[in-house]
C-alpha cells in the first residue's frame, strides 16, 4: 500500500517512505550539502528527503533512513546525517527541560487573553496566519504550508524570523501555527526551532531574514520589503538547567502483551528487543489528526501481520485497558512518549490502565538511549559525539 499525504509528496506510510528514501539516496550526499538550502517552490523540494512526516513518526527510524545514504555517499553524506541529528538533538534537549515546553503553553495562554482584548494584535496575527501581510514570500510560504503541510527548512527559517522581527508578533503563536499544520509537527524541534530564531535557544543569537538573500535563495521569486534589518529578541527567563530525562517503565518481557502504536513509534515491529514479547493484540487509539491517522493505521497493519494477532482500534484509554483485559493481558507496550500531547496521552492511558490493574511500559530506542545524554548543551557538543554514535548504531562509513 502505498497512501502519501494529500501532496502526494511527503510519505506517511512504510512503503511510499522507502520509496522516496529511494528516490532521494542518489541526492542525499554532495548534492544535498551544495543544494539543500534553496528553495524552488512548491512540487520543486528534490533537493532535501521530505522524509521529516516518517522520521517524526519513526515510520522509518533514523538507522533505516541513514543506512543506504551512508552506503552510498560514505563522507559526502555528513551534512544529511547532521541534520538528522539535529531532530535528535532536539528531542534530547527538550525531554532535558520539559519545563521550556510548559512555559510555552503558559505564555500561549497570556497571550490568547492579549488577543481577546488587543484589536490591533488579533488583526495583525489574523494577517499572518491567512498569508495577508503584503510580504510577498511570507504570504506565499504560509499558503504553501496551509496547502501541502510542508515547507522547506530555510523557508521555515525565513517565516519564523519575518513573524518575529518584522511583524513583531509573540513566537509562540508562530510556534503554534506550525504545530497546528505541519505534517512533521513536532513539539521539540518546532518550539526550539522558533526559540533558536528568535534568539532564545543560543542566547542572544537571533536569525535576520534579509530580503536581499531571500531573493537569491528563491531564484528571483520574491522581493520581499521592509524587513526589519535588527533583531528585537525577546525577554524570556533563562533555560532551567538540564535534569536527566524522564525513565520510563521497561516492557516485562514475559508477560501477555497489548502492543499500543502510537504516532510517537510506528515501526515497534522491527525491534528486535520486542520480537521476543508474548504479543496477544495490537491496537491504536483514535487520532484526531488525519496524518497521524493514516501513519498508525498503516503501522497497525504491519504490526499486526508481524506478529500474527489481531489488530484493533479503540475510541479512548478505557476501551484500550477493556481490550487489554479482554486479551488476557498483563501489560501493555507502547514507544516511548516525548514531552508533549504525547506524554499527556500516555498519562491519560495509564491511569486508565492502573484501575484495571495493568502495568503500562515504554520502549525507548537504543538511539536515543545513547544519543540524548549529549543533547543538553548546544547542539556542537552533541555533534562531536556523531562518529561515535554512528559508530554504535552500526552506521561505519
Ligand atoms: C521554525 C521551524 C520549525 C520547525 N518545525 C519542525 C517540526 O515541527 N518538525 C520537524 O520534524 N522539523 C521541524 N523543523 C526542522 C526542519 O525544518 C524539518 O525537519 C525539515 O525541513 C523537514 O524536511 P525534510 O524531511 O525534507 O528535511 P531534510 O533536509 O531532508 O532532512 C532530513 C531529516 O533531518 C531532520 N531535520 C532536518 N533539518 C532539521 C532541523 N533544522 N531541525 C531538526 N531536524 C531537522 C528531519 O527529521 C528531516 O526529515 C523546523 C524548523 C524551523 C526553522
Same mark, same amino acid.
Given at each position: 500500500?502505498?497512501?502519501?499525504?494529500?501532496?502526494?509528496?511527503?510519505?506517511?506510510?512504510?512503503?511510499?517512505?522507502?520509496?522516496?528514501?529511494?528516490?532521494?539516496?542518489?541526492?542525499?550526499?554532495?548534492?544535498?550539502?551544495?543544494?539543500?538550502?534553496?528553495?524552488?517552490?512548491?512540487? +520543486?523540494? &528534490?533537493?532535501?528527503? +521530505?522524509?521529516?512526516?516518517?522520521?517524526?513518526?519513526?515510520?522509518?527510524?533514523?538507522?533505516?533512513?541513514?543506512?543506504?545514504?551512508?552506503?552510498?555517499?560514505?563522507?559526502?553524506?555528513?551534512?544529511?546525517?547532521?541534520?538528522?541529528?539535529?531532530?535528535?538533538?532536539?528531542?534530547?534537549?527538550?525531554?532535558?527541560?520539559?519545563?521550556?515546553?510548559?512555559?510555552?503553553?503558559?505564555?500561549?495562554?497570556?497571550?490568547?487573553?492579549?488577543?481577546?482584548?488587543?484589536?490591533?494584535?488579533?488583526?495583525?496575527?489574523?494577517?499572518?496566519?491567512?498569508?495577508?501581510?503584503?510580504?510577498?514570500?511570507?504570504?506565499?510560504?504560509?499558503?504553501?504550508?496551509?496547502?501541502?503541510?510542508?515547507?522547506?527548512?530555510?523557508?521555515?527559517?525565513?517565516?519564523?524570523?519575518i513573524w518575529i522581527f518584522t511583524l513583531g508578533l509573540?513566537?509562540?503563536?508562530?510556534? +503554534?501555527?506550525?504545530?497546528?499544520?505541519?505534517?512533521?509537527?513536532?513539539?521539540?524541534?518546532?518550539?526550539?526551532?522558533?526559540?533558536?530564531?528568535?534568539?532564545?535557544?543560543?542566547?542572544?543569537?537571533?536569525?535576520?531574514?534579509?530580503?536581499?538573500?531571500?531573493?537569491?535563495?528563491?531564484?528571483?521569486?520574491?522581493?520581499?520589503?521592509?524587513? %526589519?534589518?535588527?533583531?528585537?529578541?525577546?525577554?524570556?527567563?533563562?533555560?532551567?538547567?538540564?535534569?536527566?530525562?524522564?525513565?520510563?517503565?521497561?516492557?516485562?518481557?514475559?508477560?501477555?502483551?497489548?502492543?499500543?502504536?502510537?504516532p510517537e513509534d510506528c515501526s515497534l515491529e522491527t525491534?528486535?528487543?520486542?520480537?521476543?514479547?508474548?504479543?496477544?493484540?495490537?491496537?491504536?487509539?483514535?487520532?484526531?489528526?488525519?496524518?497521524?491517522?493514516?501513519?498508525?493505521? &498503516?503501522?497497525?497493519?504491519?504490526?499486526?501481520?508481524?506478529?500474527?494477532?489481531?489488530?484493533?482500534?479503540? %475510541?479512548?484509554?478505557?476501551?484500550?485497558?477493556?481490550?487489554?483485559?479482554?486479551?488476557?493481558?498483563?501489560?501493555?507496550?507502547?514507544?516511548?512518549?516525548?514531552?508533549?500531547?504525547?506524554?499527556? +496521552?500516555?498519562?491519560?492511558?495509564?491511569?486508565?490502565?492502573?484501575?484495571?490493574g495493568l502495568a503500562l511500559a515504554e520502549h525507548v530506542?537504543?538511539? &536515543?538511549?545513547?544519543?540524548?545524554?549529549?543533547?543538553?548543551?548546544?547542539?556542537?557538543?552533541?555533534?562531536?559525539?556523531?562518529?561515535?554514535?554512528?559508530?554504535?548504531?552500526?552506521?561505519?562509513?
Open positions: 500500500m502505498t497512501i502519501c499525504s494529500p501532496a502526494l509528496d511527503f510519505p506517511v506510510t512504510r512503503d511510499a517512505a522507502r520509496m522516496r528514501l529511494t528516490q532521494f539516496v542518489p541526492h542525499a550526499g554532495s548534492a544535498y550539502a551544495s543544494g539543500r538550502n534553496a528553495d524552488h517552490g512548491p512540487g +520543486r523540494h &528534490d533537493a532535501v528527503s +521530505r522524509l521529516s512526516a516518517a522520521l517524526r513518526r519513526r515510520t522509518l527510524s533514523e538507522v533505516e533512513v541513514l543506512r543506504p545514504i551512508i552506503a552510498a555517499h560514505g563522507p559526502a553524506a555528513d551534512a544529511f546525517a547532521s541534520e538528522v541529528f539535529w531532530r535528535t538533538y532536539f528531542k534530547g534537549w527538550l525531554e532535558a527541560r520539559p519545563l521550556v515546553w510548559h512555559g510555552w503553553l503558559a505564555a500561549l495562554d497570556r497571550i490568547d487573553a492579549r488577543l481577546v482584548e488587543d484589536d490591533t494584535l488579533s488583526a495583525r496575527h489574523l494577517a499572518a496566519i491567512r498569508g495577508e501581510t503584503g510580504i510577498d514570500c511570507f504570504d506565499h510560504w504560509i499558503g504553501e504550508l496551509a496547502t501541502t503541510g510542508y515547507l522547506h527548512n530555510w523557508a521555515r527559517m525565513q517565516v519564523a524570523s509573540p513566537w509562540e503563536l508562530g510556534a +503554534r501555527h506550525f504545530l497546528q499544520t505541519l505534517h512533521d509537527a513536532d513539539p521539540a524541534s518546532n518550539t526550539l526551532s522558533w526559540r533558536w530564531v528568535a534568539g532564545l535557544h543560543t542566547r542572544g543569537k537571533a536569525y535576520l531574514a534579509e530580503a536581499g538573500r531571500i531573493t537569491r535563495m528563491t531564484g528571483g521569486r520574491f522581493s520581499p520589503l521592509g524587513l %526589519a534589518t535588527r533583531p528585537r529578541i525577546p525577554d524570556a527567563p533563562d533555560h532551567p538547567p538540564a535534569a536527566p530525562p524522564r525513565e520510563p517503565v521497561a516492557p516485562v518481557f514475559d508477560a501477555p502483551t497489548l502492543l499500543w502504536i502510537s525491534e528486535p528487543a520486542l520480537g521476543r514479547l508474548p504479543v496477544r493484540a495490537v491496537a491504536v487509539m483514535d487520532e484526531p489528526g488525519a496524518i497521524d491517522r493514516a501513519a498508525t493505521d &498503516d503501522a497497525l497493519a504491519r504490526a499486526a501481520a508481524h506478529f500474527g494477532v489481531p489488530a484493533l482500534r479503540v %475510541a479512548g484509554p478505557v476501551a484500550l485497558s477493556a481490550l487489554a483485559t479482554d486479551a488476557g493481558c498483563t501489560q501493555v507496550v507502547t514507544g516511548r512518549a516525548a514531552v508533549g500531547p504525547a506524554l499527556d +496521552r500516555l498519562i491519560a492511558v495509564r491511569g486508565a490502565l492502573r484501575r484495571d530506542r537504543v538511539w &536515543d538511549r545513547n544519543a540524548w545524554p549529549h543533547a543538553t548543551r548546544g547542539f556542537f557538543a552533541l555533534r562531536e559525539r556523531i562518529p561515535d554514535l554512528m559508530a554504535a548504531a552500526g552506521l561505519a562509513k
